[in-house]
């Protein structure tokens, strides 16, 4: 059984920061990918940002570039994300998205519980 752990959401002032981490644990044997998307209320949930391995490849909504910084720590299975310059319009839940296999051949994605960050004016 595989879990992931969201921290980091909150509010905060437009033109403010927040820090999301989310860490996976459980039978892991290795993570293809792990992200953020974000779901605000009437809208689909859509793609923030993501970082594949190998190489460490990123991912980002046009609308988050350069404000928003996505990273990995392998060691500890967690994934964070960095808000910077944050808009009324980031506000939504954030889900942290896991793609991994829990052994050869096998392939799983699992959701977080989500995260609520809003954004005031």
């Known amino acids: 059984q595989v879990q992931l752990v969201e921290s980091g959401g909150g509010l905060v002032q437009a033109g403010g920061s927040l820090r999301l981490s989310c860490a996976a644990s459980g039978s892991i044997f290795s993570i293809s990918t792990m992200g953020w998307y974000r779901q605000a209320p009437g809208k689909q949930r859509e793609l923030v940002a993501d970082i594949t391995s190998p190489g460490s490849s990123t991912n980002y909504a046009v609308s988050v570039k350069g404000r928003f910084t996505i990273s990995r720590d392998n060691a500890k299975n967690t994934v964070y994300l960095q808000m910077n310059s944050l808009k009324p319009e980031d506000t939504a839940v954030y889900y942290c998205?896991?793609?991994?296999?829990?052994?050869?051949?096998?392939?799983?994605?699992?959701w977080g519980q989500g995260t609520q960050v809003t954004v005031s004016s």
């Open positions: 998205y896991l793609k991994y296999s829990p052994r050869i051949g096998v392939r799983n994605d699992i």
